[in-house]
């Protein structure tokens, strides 16, 4: 215990602490709209089609992050107009910008002089080296999607579960739509340092899935989906440190565990 009590003594695992908060936050709600709407495969191709923009910063020399959000945010739009405007399949429309984004990701390393050394942490990630400007983005981040969803909880589960309806009762579904994917797209960008570009759907669904073992209501779903992902993923980051393993395996790992878990006591409880 006192191991563990003197990590908090480190500027390092301080920050990973802290982004631990914020990751488990944001992906609690966008998580959790992600599975009520069953979309969780357009978050899946949002985030393979920012790898074009890590791919592209590294060949230009600006940071990974800006350009996984100016391609996470394109393909976010991308999709959902293709989707609605040009009525291609959504699966379609998914396929196109995951695999562009991938292609054109893979071609920019490739035409980067000298070795990328940093690309690992962007595919599988590594808590332990978020930086205090990365912090302060998340910090942004959960602070508007958390007032977003306060603000227009009613508007968002209308569109959630009965588009339809929503448009029938004259919401500005479109407009919520095209908000919506693009806080999705924020929030996959912004936690790929957490478990990285492979990973990050397993945060967005695996600790929604937990919840929804104990309940189905919306707001308590959010909930409890943030409280299993800071569990989950504390318990990962202490087992990766003391293992010394990649962290963001580790913390799937331990995610997969839980929910194994509580589906076992869910059974015999």
């Not at 405007?85 to 071609?107: F, H, K, Q, T, Y």
């Not at 910090?139 to 959630?160: C, E, K, S």
Request: proline share 2%.
């Amino acid at each position: 215990m006192n191991a563990i009590l003197e990590l908090f003594n480190y500027d390092f695992f301080q920050k990973a602490f802290l982004a631990t908060v914020f990751a488990s936050i944001s992906c609690g709600i966008i998580g959790s709209y992600i599975v009520a709407r069953r979309i969780v495969f357009i978050s899946g191709g949002i985030t393979h089609a920012s790898f074009g923009g890590i791919g592209l910063a590294f060949l230009l020399g600006f940071n990974p992050l800006l350009g996984a959000v100016l391609f996470a945010v394109m393909s976010a739009m991308g999709i959902q107009f293709f989707t609605k405007v040009a009525e291609i399949r959504e699966d379609s429309s998914i396929a196109i910008w995951w695999s562009l984004g991938m292609a054109l990701g893979i071609i920019f390393v490739f035409l980067t002089p000298g070795y990328t050394p940093n690309l690992m942490s962007y595919l599988f990630g590594n808590i332990l080296t978020v930086t205090s400007s990365e912090l302060w983005w998340m910090f942004m981040l959960n602070v508007v999607i958390v007032l977003f969803f306060t603000l227009f909880l009613r508007q968002i589960l209308y569109i959630a579960f009965d588009e339809e309806f929503a448009r029938t009762a004259g919401l500005p579904v479109d407009r919520y739509n095209y908000l919506i994917m693009t806080l999705i797209a924020l929030t996959v960008v912004l936690n790929i340092r957490v478990v990285g570009i492979i990973l990050i759907l397993s945060l967005l669904t695996i600790p929604q899935a937990s919840a929804n073992l104990f309940t189905k209501d919306f707001k308590k779903l959010i909930v409890l989906s943030s409280m299993f992902a800071f569990i989950g993923t504390m318990i990962g980051l202490f087992i990766s440190y003391f293992l010394d393993i990649p962290s963001g395996a580790a913390i799937i790992f331990t995610l997969v565990l839980m929910f194994g878990l509580l589906r076992v006591v869910k059974i015999f409880v």
